[in-house]
């Protein structure tokens, strides 16, 4: 059998734990909420400016994002 003082360590840290499971959801939403918007601009940007040069520069900012290096920037 567990002590008196074991299961108040237990509670305490069962309630720390859902303390910051709740804070983690929050964080998550907050970061869906923000993905959406950056994929809004994005496709703002995309609509304002549809020419190659736009869609090269997204290409290489991808390859970037995915991949931690600079792309090659093609030659004109």
Do not use: N
Not at 38 to 63: E, F, G, N, P
């Amino acid at each position: 059998m567990l002590d008196a003082d074991t299961r108040r360590d237990i509670e305490s840290l069962k309630r720390e734990l859902k303390i910051f499971e709740d804070e983690e959801a929050q964080l998550l939403k907050e970061l869906d909420v923000c993905r959406a918007r950056k994929a809004d601009i994005k496709d703002k940007l995309r609509k304002l400016s549809d020419d190659d040069k736009y869609q090269s520069d997204m290409l290489a900012m991808v390859y970037q994002q995915r991949h931690g290096k600079p792309a090659a920037k093609p030659e004109e």
